[in-house]
């Protein structure tokens, strides 16, 4: 049935979305985040999920579960950046005084639009910085974010449509999904299969210098690369590689394609949190993590330049691969 329901987690509203092959719970109230995605042909949960009792680690760390939004992803040295003569300084929230995953956690979005019909169903969110003030305090120009989940089927389609509604500077600006994908401690069965063209060389506190380095062993990635033994925190550049998607299968063919827009994602992240046993992360980002210090300008950075009145539409999408069916054919952005 193409609906959307209400429940609850832990006392906070959910909104749930109901099709012939999936459920996707959307939590709006604790940083608009989808904490459930659940397969009903395969009866399988696609997503890690948080239980009820990990309410407090929920608040700490979001990034955790689900699908959460990280504006911006990724490590920033310090939290310090410059950009077009403002300095900027945000929360030095991880190892060695450096910033991670971004201003955006359990902010509190609303619910704007419900749309029901016999092709699917949608539920549309908005949130605006400036009712965060630890927000503004840290990038103190008023953005608008409007999410839109569109469900039909046995596909899943995310867009996010960001506006500039401040009128003096202009701002970098990065969004990432650290999507967790379940892989139920059978590794063995499971790969990955990404187009991508290198590896971006790390420091020892995770930051990217600049250099792009062979895959080398990676290189398996374009051709699809079995998880067994993996041990991945590991970001990836998709420069001139197409289409830009990943596609994780199960040996019986089951699996997933997860889908980005092409002009804006420049990079995959790909995360086991060590080695591989009960989750694959796949992380597309707009920008490589640390991109306001990381040489080489937005082309290579994939930093974007959002002014005053702009608007920004970015889209991603997971489909459904199921051993009975044809795979169904890339989705155009």
């Known amino acids: 049935m193409k609906q959307v329901t209400k429940g609850q987690w832990c006392g906070y509203d959910t909104y749930i979305l109901h099709s012939r092959d999936l459920e996707v719970t959307l939590l709006p109230k604790l940083g608009n985040n989808i904490i459930s995605l659940r397969d009903l042909r395969e009866e399988r949960d696609i997503l890690r999920s948080p239980e009820e009792g990990d309410l407090e680690f929920?608040?700490?760390?979001?990034?955790?579960?689900?699908?959460?939004?990280?504006?911006?992803?990724?490590?920033i040295a310090k939290g310090r950046f410059e950009f077009q003569g403002a300095n900027y300084q945000f929360d030095q929230?991880?190892?060695?005084?450096?910033?991670?995953?971004?201003?955006?956690?359990?902010?509190?979005?609303?619910?704007?639009?419900?749309?029901?019909?016999?092709?699917?169903?949608?539920?549309?969110?908005?949130?605006?910085?400036?009712?965060?003030?630890?927000?503004?305090?840290?990038l103190p120009v008023e953005l608008k974010f409007e999410m839109t989940f569109q469900l039909q089927d046995s596909s899943l389609r995310q867009t996010l449509k960001v506006t500039h509604l401040g009128h003096e500077r202009s701002i970098p600006f990065g969004i990432g999904y650290h999507t967790w994908f379940m892989i139920d401690g059978e590794p063995q069965r499971w790969s990955i299969k990404v187009p991508v063209e290198g590896v971006y060389e790390q420091n020892d506190q995770l930051l990217p210098s600049g250099k792009v380095l062979p895959l080398g062993p990676l290189e398996a990635l374009n051709e699809g690369m079995n998880l067994e033994g993996t041990n991945f925190d590991t970001p990836l550049r998709i420069g001139g590689k197409r289409p830009v998607e990943a596609l994780v299968l199960r040996d019986d063919g089951y699996g997933l394609k997860?889908?980005?827009?092409?002009?804006?994602?420049?990079h995959w992240v790909?995360?086991?949190?060590?080695?591989?046993?009960?989750?694959?992360?796949?992380?597309?980002?707009?920008?490589?993590p640390d991109a306001p210090n990381v040489p080489g300008g937005p082309e290579f950075t994939g930093l974007i330049t959002l002014n005053p009145g702009e608007t920004l539409v970015l889209a991603t999408w997971i489909e459904m691969i199921y051993p009975d069916s044809k795979a169904p054919d890339t989705q155009e952005a």
């Open 258 to 266: 997860y889908g980005a827009d092409e002009d804006y994602f420049r």
């Open 270 to 288: 790909l995360y086991t949190k060590g080695t591989a046993d009960q989750f694959l992360c796949v992380e597309p980002y707009t920008w490589l």
């Open 93 to 138: 929230n991880t190892a060695n005084d450096n910033h991670i995953h971004g201003l955006h956690r359990t902010q509190s979005w609303i619910v704007s639009d419900i749309q029901e019909d016999e092709d699917g169903c949608a539920v549309t969110t908005e949130f605006c910085s400036q009712n965060d003030p630890h927000w503004m305090e840290q």
């Open 58 to 75: 929920y608040m700490q760390k979001p990034y955790h579960f689900g699908i959460p939004l990280l504006i911006p992803p990724g490590r």
